[in-house]
């Protein structure tokens, strides 16, 4: 029996390769299979042999880790602007402080009500 009689996408694919070649399959869906034909001599005979790794898991988490580092970065930039914001209203209300008289404190300390 060889790979071409046995009816299986991925197997077909490999089938056509040489010994020595190595690549990624897709799968269905979102499946990825590292593929690698290699060859080795058995009592004076030269024998092929398929290695299949699923790596369908491996690039998920590694999707994830990047997504991960990404919002990371993105946090760590809105927080350095609502630092520099904070800052700049601190030294407002320290430079200007609101006179509790003025009839317009009412609004400014609680302009939802």
Not at 52 to 67: C, D, F, H, P, T
Request: aromatic share 6%; hydrophobic share 40%; charged share 25%.
């Amino acid at each position: 029996m060889t790979l071409n009689d046995i009816p299986h996408p991925i197997l077909m694919e490999i089938a056509k390769w040489n010994v020595g070649k190595s690549g990624i399959v897709k799968g269905k869906s979102q499946e990825q299979l590292r593929c690698e034909i290699a060859q080795f001599v058995h009592r004076g005979f030269p024998r092929k042999f398929i290695t299949i790794q699923e790596l369908s898991r491996e690039l998920l988490a590694a999707e994830k880790r990047a997504y991960g580092k990404v919002i990371r970065m993105m946090a760590h930039e809105v927080n350095n602007s609502i630092g520099a914001i904070n800052s700049i209203l601190q030294t407002t209300i320290e430079a200007y402080p609101i006179d509790p008289e003025d009839d317009l404190a009412d609004d400014i300390i609680n302009p939802f009500t």
